[in-house]
């Protein structure tokens, strides 16, 4: 294998695949990255196993300079080989297999030879019908991903609450996250062919993968095509594939925690109401119990946080109206924070049926496309 | 005490005070703030006992929208203070001391009220005699202060080099930094009355206090003036103190450490050497022993590096001139990073005498004011 290329090009896509090389795998053909050059570009893979990233530089594409002098593949260390290939002193760089796998890197007078491994050992991808795709906005789907990851449990004690679970059916797309503590749920529409409509897919992805996949998704990109397999997933745009492994389980039914019932509801700019919550976060934050105190009055709306070593904190928050009856109740001002950051700039209605039952926040203009969900704390 | 003041205005003087403090301090009330309220300003002081800073805040300055309503002095939990006033929703704020210390800090509805420390239980700051003063210009002894700090150890197993050795007379200031391995020595001139220049300090300043100290000055104050005495040296600009305390014991003898032969001495681009030395020190770090090889010949100056698991690196490096011997050597490629940073872009002469002697680095328009040691690796 020998090729040229464009060191600014290269680096892009290697920084996309990296994204899935964990440098604490225990398989350790998986802490390097594979190439493989043959005559349409350069491929390049990289897997922690659960996420699998490849990425293609066509060599059609005139600004990545590429040129393949001969074709074969191999597999490089991936953070040493970054490293390197960022160090270079030209703006080219050629990339060449030598004897028993060792690997010169070249780019002016500069020269690297480093240890390769036979790119046959790298785990084979998993093979996902591309038949059964359909299309998702990117720009949306971004946004789907960033505003429930944030609800999915970090706790390995029940795997299942650590994904995503995403439902797709009668044209639409359901994503929902939850701790058991806090849930967020957001639904959009999906443009599909009848015959697409007809079927309903129900997978739960991690959303550590959905974290990763966000990042590499380039505003550029239109949409990006969806494939399920039974236990893989995978993402495709023009020149980038990312797969991840699905989560086993069944996820439970969030629909029922969802109160139908509202008992108060107060409208609030979002903005405003997340700097009274952190400021009065900076109290809880000292104490044992990491809870501020929300008091609902028609008249004055108050949150205040204490912890009996530092001090306390008090402040009247401005809203936009309030309906329904008065109400006092304790949350966690971090799911708060969580949640309130996810809608932006806009206004919310956040929504209590009693001080022991969960409240949610939704957008003022209504609609039940956004729905988040927070459990109070008892006090008392 | 009680005073109104603009957010702003207070944080900045706040951020510059917080450098002395330390969370790690075995001194409970030096994790506080000291607040003073007079009729003059404001003076906020902090303190880890090796460091400790004075700002002050005039009245009279009106863009500081400072009002003293009462005069008076608290102490409060610096970490949690300077997040308060981050925090706060309007852009003045108040600050109260209640009953038993109790403080209320208010912007807005927002109303803090936190538990203070009695002031008069606050260390004393050292008293330091201002007529023995001289003044520094600031640019450039920041600049001494960074090319100097590079080279002061970081183990404490000989105190001493943790140190800058600095040294006024004769109108001018040398200072001086060696962990043994290393050596960084700069001189710059200073305008003295003819009293002042009589006079001779030598003193040895931990290498922490003034990299604080060149974190602090800003760029718009043209001098500083310097204070030494026995334990303790002063750096005073018009609204901060700088206090550090001075390193006991004699600085060892610098002088005969720096060749005054030289065998071979080639002038290189700093900027050029230090991308080449990058590039060998990224497989010399995966090995055990951190060296690069430096081979000098008249028609050719080679850098190698390698690691017996990840391979090797080979690179000629463009120079602009030899003069004498061949000469093959070793070194850390970290001192020389460090050496060369130093140096910024600009041409540098590296004078050698021998592969087991030390060798210099100095600016390639001679004059002796700037002088870096590295001692080669004995690799056979």
């Given at each position: 294998m020998k090729f040229t290329i464009k060191r600014t090009a290269f680096l892009n896509r290697l920084a996309d695949v990296q994204r899935a090389i964990s440098s604490r795998t225990t398989i350790p053909i998986l802490t390097g990255i594979k190439i493989i050059a043959d005559r349409d570009g350069l491929t390049l893979t990289g897997s922690d196993s659960d996420i699998s990233i490849e990425a293609f530089i066509p060599i059609?594409?005139?600004?990545?300079q590429l040129e393949i002098e001969e074709t074969g593949a191999i597999v490089l260390q991936a953070r040493f080989f970054n490293e390197i290939v960022r160090k270079l002193p030209e703006e080219t760089m050629t990339v060449e297999v030598l004897d028993r796998f060792q690997t010169s890197i070249t780019s002016a007078s500069a020269s690297f030879t480093i240890n390769g491994i036979d790119a046959n050992n790298y785990p084979h991808l998993p093979v996902i019908d591309e038949n059964e795709s359909f299309h998702l906005p990117v720009n949306l789907f971004k946004q789907v991903i960033n505003q429930t990851v944030i609800a999915a449990s970090s706790h390995e004690s029940r795997p299942i609450l650590t994904g995503i679970n995403i439902v797709i059916e009668n044209e639409q797309l359901l994503a929902v996250a939850t701790d058991s503590h806090r849930l967020s749920q957001r639904v959009i529409p999906l443009s599909m062919t009848p015959e697409q409509a007809q079927k309903t897919y129900n997978v739960v992805i991690p959303a550590k993968s959905l974290i990763e996949l966000a990042k590499t998704l380039?505003?550029?990109?239109?949409t990006i095509e969806m494939m399920v397999t039974e236990n893989q997933v995978l993402f495709k745009t023009e020149n980038l594939y990312f797969y991840s492994r699905l989560l086993e389980g069944r996820y439970p039914?969030?629909?029922?925690?969802?109160?139908?019932?509202?008992a108060t509801s107060v409208e609030f700019d979002a903005h405003t109401l997340l700097g009274s919550i952190e400021r009065a976060s900076l109290l809880s934050h000292e104490g044992k119990n990491n809870v501020v105190k929300l008091s609902v009055n028609p008249d004055r709306i108050k949150i205040s946080g204490n912890s009996p070593e530092v001090g306390n904190v008090e402040e009247e928050v401005a809203f936009k109206s309030m309906t329904g009856e008065s109400i006092d109740l304790s949350f966690n001002p971090d799911y708060m924070k969580d949640a309130l950051r996810a809608f932006g700039q806009m206004d919310i209605k956040v929504k209590f049926t009693s001080p022991v039952r969960p409240f949610i926040l939704v957008p003022?203009?209504?609609?039940?496309e956004f729905i988040q969900l927070i459990t109070p704390v008892r006090t008392f």
């Open positions: 059609e594409e005139e600004s990545n380039e505003d550029t990109a239109e039914d969030t629909n029922r925690l969802i109160p139908d019932q509202t003022a203009a209504e609609g039940k």
